[in-house]
């Protein structure tokens, strides 16, 4: 079984599907694995520690590409990559589906099985692949500490002979992988953190953490959690009363991190232009929604927006601004993936599709888009 890991096309991406441990892992498995040359460069992984750890070196994207049954990517891989692969390949990465159908339908014509790593299910058995959470997590992390860079003042309260500086108020919107490891961190720097979420079982996680928990909390917030765990889409009616309680409290925040998302939708609007001409000039919002259409009113794709003296900040990839630790846990993710698809006995590609992992991700196959949510209607 030969393993491809060509090199990120896009230039946002810094990230890398593999590492020196999941190569000689996936070597270990009997697999060749071939990475192209300067994949790992931007998260410090070089040729050679690739090569020590089992894998070839191939000059070009073709080269890794050719006879794989395997390619391995962080984004979805445009077609330049997959040039002459093997139709029946199977293609994994983060695929990014929704609204990208002519991209699904480009992948579907080449042939191969393209799995998206972000339809995994939560369930217990595939936490280890849960790609949504391990790359969360540490946008989470970074988002604080890109907040705390653009912040002129310090989090934590300092007592000195020359005065008390006090600490810094955090309020993170949006209480789920993200906004819980930005609550963790905000409090480690001592700041005094609050955050808001729309699902009931955010609160006890919140205040676990020592966070204050902000909602309206009526009978739809009692009913907002799917069975999957992920918010649902809520009413105007409840978002206007929710607005209101948020307002007031934005108002005396020095810091907002927004992190609010709902499955294949739009993020939510949660901060409006009046709220942050509320808040203090010197005050930081980070925005980790902005790919998604932002929670932040005011907030652009990729850039710091400064509006009344409050930052606004849009970076993109904020998982691949802490790229060695993102690829880390991001190749840890595909290999327990894979490991399920390989038989032991025989070394070969044994993808089960009545499996529910590889139902709920795979999306073209044979040459058609056949994932239930993205096929095109008859
Ligand atoms: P997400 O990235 O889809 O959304 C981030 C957060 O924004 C969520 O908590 C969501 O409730 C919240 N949100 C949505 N609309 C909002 C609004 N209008 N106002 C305020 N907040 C809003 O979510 P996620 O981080 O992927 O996690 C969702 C849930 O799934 C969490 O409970 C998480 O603990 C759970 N989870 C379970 C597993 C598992 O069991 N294997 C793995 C990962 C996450």
Avoid: W
């Amino acid at each position: 079984m030969r393993i491809a890991v060509p090199a990120e096309t896009d230039t946002q991406e810094s990230r890398v599907a593999a590492t020196p441990e999941t190569v000689k892992k996936l070597v270990g498995l009997g697999a060749t694995v071939a990475v192209q040359a300067g994949a790992g460069l931007a998260s410090g992984v070089l040729d050679a520690d690739y090569e020590a750890a089992g894998a070839a070196v191939a000059k070009s994207a073709e080269e890794a590409v050719k006879d794989a049954d395997v390619v391995l990517g962080v984004r979805r891989p445009d077609p330049a990559t997959l040039k002459g692969v093997k139709p029946g390949a199977l293609v994994v990465a983060m695929m990014d589906p929704y609204g990208n159908e002519a991209a699904l339908q480009g992948l579907a014509s080449t042939g191969v099985t393209a799995v998206a790593m972000e339809l995994m299910p939560r369930i217990t058995r595939a936490q280890v692949m849960d790609v949504l959470s391990s790359q969360a997590n540490l946008a989470g992390y970074r988002a604080v500490i890109d907040a705390s860079s653009e912040y002129g003042r310090a989090f934590p309260m300092m007592m000195t002979a020359a005065g008390t500086v006090p600490a810094a108020r955090v309020f993170v919107m949006g209480a789920g992988v993200a906004g819980l490891q930005a609550i963790a961190t905000a409090r480690r720097l001592g700041a005094v953190v609050s955050a808001t979420d729309v699902r009931p079982a955010a609160k006890e996680q919140v205040a676990s953490l020592g966070g204050k928990f902000v909602a309206v909390e009526d009978e739809e917030f009692r009913q907002a959690e799917t069975t999957a765990g992920y918010a649902k889409a809520m009413s105007a009616e409840y978002q206007a009363k929710q607005a209101a309680l948020v307002a007031s409290h934005i108002a005396k925040q020095d810091i907002i991190i927004t992190t609010a998302l709902i499955p294949g939708r739009p993020a939510p609007r949660l901060v409006t232009r009046e709220m942050v001409e509320s808040m203090k000039p010197g005050s930081v919002i980070v925005d980790l929604a902005v790919e998604r259409g932002g929670n932040v009113e005011l907030a652009k794709p990729g850039e710091t927006v400064v509006h009344n003296g409050v930052k606004i900040v849009g970076n993109l990839n904020v998982p691949g601004r802490i790229a060695a630790s993102a690829s880390s846990l991001y190749a840890k993710n595909l290999y327990a993936f894979l490991e399920t698809l390989i038989d032991k006995g025989t070394k070969a590609l044994a993808v089960n599709h009545d499996d529910e992992l590889v139902k709920a991700t795979c999306l073209t196959r044979d040459g058609a888009i056949v994932h239930p949510n993205f096929k095109p209607a008859a």
